[in-house]
């Protein structure tokens, strides 16, 4: 199984940014998907799952309204999509997949991409 993330820089405030997140090695179509982010000094903290089938999407409080997720089932592909960009949104933003249809139990992580929100 490999997660490998992309799309992340340096943005301002206001900005948008649309991170992917290229599958390989296991039935994509079959599996919950989720971002997961880590800010400086902070714990990690999710962000958004999607369903197997893309037709159910969740978000944390923090992100509801300004992220989508969204996935390519076809070019085994996640996606999130982040508008309206806040300096507290500079993390580490990882891929992962969930283990068992929405558990919020993750068994394998990408390395992560750096999204860096100037003010």
């Known amino acids: 199984v490999q997660l490998v993330e992309s799309g992340g820089g340096l943005v301002q405030r206001g900005g948008s940014m649309r991170l992917s997140c290229a599958a390989s090695?296991?039935?994509?179509?079959?599996?919950?998907m989720s971002w997961v982010r880590k800010a400086p000094g902070k714990g990690l903290e999710w962000v958004s799952d999607i369903n197997s089938g893309g037709g159910n999407t969740y978000y944390a409080d923090s992100v509801k309204g300004r992220f989508t997720i969204s996935r390519a089932n076809a070019k085994i592909t996640l996606y999130l999509q982040l508008n309206s960009l806040k300096p507290e949104d500079t993390a580490l933003y990882y891929c992962?997949?969930?283990?068992?249809?929405?558990?919020?139990?993750?068994?394998?992580w990408g390395q992560g991409t750096q999204v860096t929100v100037s003010s």
């Open positions: 090695g296991f039935t994509f179509r079959n599996y919950y």
């Open positions: 992962s997949r969930d283990q068992s249809g929405g558990s919020g139990e993750y068994d394998y």
